[in-house]
């Protein structure tokens, strides 16, 4: 099957450091072309993806979120991408911008959408799906994200997944400190975690992206304070340092704020043999098995006797859920089994869409 993949314009697929879209598309790419399926990625051109590469622009682009860059880029993939049997796209422009670069009199139909929604199904969001529906197949990327689209009809649920031969469990001895992974934030809720370590003595490892003036604002205001004085500023970890500090943490303290639509974090935790300790938001519920792979606290004071009790896990089992749950290879599974349904309703029978 030939699949067109639309990246979007903001960070090479894969990151160099934090960017959990890029990170899945990445092993989506890569998981559809080891089942021997021609895997055009539209990304830019910086990418080192090991698939058939296509881009706009040779950078990264810094002006996140801006609609015109997302536009362009959008309109060129579409036009690049017309003789593919389905269209996977995950930006939010795309399914409007794109057709209209093929849509001229004469023209066959451009090949079918899905468009995976990774971002929250805020009103705005909602608006701009409801119309995207119209002509691309929307997937959630879990079933929490699904009852909070706000009435767009949601195709698929997909969880995601990652390369687990990338991650590299080690014996429960030598591991010792808590681990923070994530973006600096409220939301990602840094300040607890800093308040569990303290309460439970234990060493708090921070590695995070911190480069919005909002995100060191709330450094500075909530999390410098916690940590006293001269006390070293958290710095972004690259790929390969993230995977070493899941590896040898004791566990993952994930105590976010929101509904967070999925949460790329706690799988790569889990494929490490990390234990996850999260407050229950959002999708959380659907990647923490309570009491087997980790811990879904109702509070703070929760969160401290999970830490207490973090040694009656098996490190063993986390591995062994993200190897059945939320590998690579069951996520191109399940997209490639929606590329089909979506192909055949295109060209068939509408009914058949999901």
Same mark, same amino acid.
């Given at each position: ?145 699904? !009852? ?74 909530? $999390? ?11 710095? #972004?970890?690259?790929? #390969? #340092? ?62 401290? #006797? ?26 191109? !599974? ?7 349904? $979506? ?12």
């Amino acid at each position: 099957m030939r699949i067109g993949i639309v990246a979007p314009p903001w960070l090479p697929v894969p990151p160099t450091s934090y960017g959990g879209i890029e990170a899945m598309i990445d092993g989506l790419a890569r998981g559809l072309s080891h089942m021997g399926h021609d895997v055009r990625l539209f990304t830019v051109a910086v990418s080192t993806c090991p698939v058939r590469r296509l881009a706009l622009f040779g950078e990264a682009q810094d002006d996140m979120g801006q609609a015109l860059t997302e536009a362009a880029h959008v309109a060129a993939a579409y036009e690049a991408l017309q003789d593919v049997d389905v269209i996977h796209d995950h930006t939010l422009l795309g399914p409007l911008v794109g057709p209209l670069t093929i849509d001229h009199a004469g023209a066959a139909p451009g090949p079918p959408v899905v468009l995976t929604h990774h971002n929250p199904f805020t009103p705005e969001a909602a608006r701009v799906l409801s119309v995207v529906a119209r002509r691309a197949t929307v997937v959630a990327v879990s079933h929490a994200h699904a !009852r909070s689209a706000h009435g767009v009809p949601v195709g698929a649920v997909v969880h995601h997944g990652v390369d687990v031969k990338r991650y590299h469990p080690r014996p429960s001895a030598e591991h010792g400190y808590l681990l923070f992974l994530g973006r600096m934030s409220p939301d990602k809720g840094v300040h607890v975690a800093v308040r569990v370590a303290a309460r439970t003595g234990r060493q708090l490892v921070i590695a995070t992206k911190m480069r919005q003036p909002e995100e060191v604002a709330y450094y500075e205001r909530e $999390v410098a304070p916690l940590l006293g004085p001269g006390a070293e500023r958290p710095e #972004e970890a690259t790929l #390969e #340092e993230a995977t070493a500090l899941l590896a040898g943490a004791s566990a993952l303290l994930n105590p976010i704020a929101w509904p967070e639509p999925f949460g790329m974090v706690m799988i790569e935790a889990l494929a490490s043999g990390t234990p996850v300790i999260a407050f229950p938001h959002g999708a959380a519920p659907e990647i923490v098995d309570h009491g087997r792979t980790g811990f879904l606290c109702g509070g703070e004071d929760a969160m401290v #006797e999970a830490v207490r009790r973090i040694d009656e896990l098996d490190r063993g089992d986390c591995r062994i859920a993200a190897e059945r749950r939320f590998s690579i290879e069951r996520m191109a !599974r399940d997209y490639l089994g929606l590329y089909l349904r $979506v192909q055949r309703a295109a060209h068939h029978d509408p009914a058949l869409l999901p």
